[in-house]
């Protein structure tokens, strides 16, 4: 059966040049990187040389660069860290509504300890803008913390503008970039980012590593504490293999980072453009424009995305309804709600999401398939015949 895999915000595929980058470290240099011996420093100089590609894809400097296991340690770190150390100039942090559970549980936990937070409301598209941002702000604000690109719908937030303000008011403003790392030019430097969470497995990398740059001068205290590695931010022996890997990974994401998104976005768009001349009553969510170059996201309406990612499974495509995390669950997604869709409408969402090698026979395939599963699944549909 042909099989195409629509899924890679969930996760992509780890490519062979990573994975060949990665397979010595995982048996003839095992070294660990704090030991001084020989043994240590070639995986000590394996690790340097990653931070260093992980540095630069951002335009950071490698100090700023601390390891560890993915974007949700980053997102924990980062929010959980700037609310522990500057709490005496303040106990007010501002994000949005539309986050990831990694953003939103954290805040979520800091609520009960003490803190306020404000959880800015989005637009139709999933938008908010730097204005909002402004008018929340207060002299006890200590942290903004807004996605740059929404992992359900795509949406690319104004980060340039929302990291200016903040700069000006000197609040700590942070990114979850876990979606954008890879797919978007991103400067923290000219975009005043001050911190930043990534994950190796969103850019065709290995799973269980990632990275949360932390400007300099700024100090975030360690979530995991023992060891002195990443410099006293992140304890416990690196994951060298998947440091390695997140290294190659990134620098290969990046090169050529444009005529892959518009490689991706031709056919982002094919999809986009043809499946309302398919499917009667359908509902584009997210940004028509400011949108990831590999996102789709439809609701279908009077139909269940569930029974949709259930049939589409079967004819081989892999897609998924809002996020992976809360698939599983019945509660329709947080993001599309917070957008004012109807429970309903929200109910009959299918993300799809490409990478550079899709290709265009698997959107010609989808465009098949799609459609029949929408007619067959409305015809059983009460909703719809009423
Ligand atoms: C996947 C994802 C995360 C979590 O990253 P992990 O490395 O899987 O922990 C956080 N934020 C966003 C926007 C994501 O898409």
Do not use: W
Request: charged letters at 20%.
């Amino acid at each position: 059966m042909k099989r195409v895999y629509l899924d890679n915000a969930a996760t992509t595929r780890l490519i062979p040049e990573v994975l060949n980058e990665m397979l010595p470290y995982m048996t003839d240099i095992y070294g660990n990187p704090s030991s001084p011996h020989y043994f240590g420093q070639q995986s000590a100089m394996a690790v340097d040389r990653a931070r260093q590609q992980v540095a630069s894809a951002i335009n950071a400097d490698p100090s700023e660069i601390i390891f560890m296991s993915g974007g949700s340690e980053a997102d924990n770190t980062a929010i959980r860290g700037i609310a522990e150390r500057y709490s005496k100039k303040g106990k007010h942090i501002i994000t949005t509504a539309v986050e990831h559970h990694a953003v939103l549980h954290t805040c979520q936990l800091l609520e009960k300890q003490g803190y306020e937070v404000t959880y800015l409301p989005v637009d139709e598209y999933g938008m908010v803008t730097a204005e909002q941002v402004r008018d929340a702000m207060r002299d006890d604000t200590i942290l903004v913390t807004i996605m740059f690109a929404n992992n359900e719908v795509g949406t690319i937030m104004p980060i340039a503008e929302i990291g200016k303000l903040c700069r000006e008011r000197k609040v700590f403003f942070h990114t979850d970039a876990v979606q954008a790392v890879g797919h978007l030019p991103i400067d923290v430097q000219a975009m005043n980012i001050d911190m930043l969470s990534m994950s190796a497995h969103k850019f065709h990398g290995p799973k269980g590593i990632g990275a949360l740059y932390v400007r300099k001068g700024i100090i975030v205290p360690a979530l995991i504490v023992g060891g002195a590695q990443e410099r006293n931010r992140r304890a416990g022996t690196e994951n060298v293999p998947g440091i390695v890997g997140m290294g190659k990974a990134i620098e290969l994401a990046c090169s050529d980072l444009e005529a892959k998104a518009n490689k991706m976005m031709v056919l982002r768009d094919k999809l986009i453009r043809e499946i309302p001349l398919r499917i009667p009553e359908v509902k584009l969510n997210g940004h028509p424009t400011s949108r990831l170059p590999n996102n789709v996201n439809y609701s279908i309406k009077y139909i269940e995305g569930e029974s949709i990612l259930l049939m589409l499974d079967l004819n081989g495509i892999a897609a998924s309804s809002g996020s992976a995390c809360t698939s599983g669950s019945l509660d329709p997604s947080h993001v599309l709600l917070a957008m004012g869709l109807t429970h309903e409408v929200a109910h009959g969402s299918v993300r799809m999401t490409l990478c550079d090698d899709t290709t265009e026979e698997d959107i010609d395939y989808v465009l098949e398939v799609l459609p029949k599963v929408a007619a067959k699944l409305r015809d059983m549909s009460p909703l719809y015949h009423a």
